[in-house]
């Protein structure tokens, strides 16, 4: 499988749109959203999102995808927390190219981009009860470092806090 990810354009929005609704759709109990919520958004609001994530060092989208003419096959989000710290959400990656480096491909993305603007460590929270993702963050490297409240969607769950030094270099 040929992966190409990129950092999102500023008129994807569409893109952003599909992708959210995609994952919300497959794991409606990974996020901290419903997909209620998602879709009431308007074609405006995801325009807006995607461009505050296509440039600069406050957020970035990213996008993977597969294929010619690219298909979407995963989303991330990276957000700068000052004064050293990049938080990682709404990570998914659709379930058939999960296991095939696309989750990596990702995450390295966020990684790159973040040391760029002198961060030090990945954070990202994770439901307790989503055994696969956890599994996966921790074989790159994630440590759990605290607990959080629970979030609502729908139920109540236990969220963890799980954080990665980033390298000096990749």
Do not use: K, Q
Not at 35 to 48: C, I, P, V
Not at 138 to 146: D, Y
Request: with cysteine; net charge positive; charged share 30%.
């Amino acid at each position: 499988m040929s992966v190409r990810v990129r950092r999102i354009a500023g008129h994807e929005g569409g893109l952003l749109r599909e992708l959210r609704l995609a994952s919300l759709r497959e794991a409606p109990e990974a996020f901290g959203e419903s997909l209620l919520e998602a879709e009431s958004r308007d074609a405006d609001e995801y325009t807006a999102r995607a461009r505050a994530g296509s440039a600069g060092d406050r957020r970035a989208w990213f996008v993977a995808e597969e294929g010619a003419p690219p298909s979407p096959i995963g989303l991330v989000l990276g957000r700068r927390r000052p004064p050293d710290t990049c938080l990682v959400f709404s990570m998914w990656v659709a379930p058939p190219a999960r296991g095939s480096g696309v989750g990596r491909a990702l995450l390295d993305a966020v990684e790159d981009w973040a040391r760029a603007w002198g961060a030090r460590d990945v954070v990202l929270w994770v439901f307790r009860a989503n055994a696969g993702a956890i599994t996966f963050y921790r074989r790159l490297g994630f440590r759990r470092v605290a607990t959080g409240p629970d979030a609502e969607v729908g139920a109540p769950y236990h969220a963890w806090a799980m954080r990665r030094p980033i390298s000096a270099e990749r």
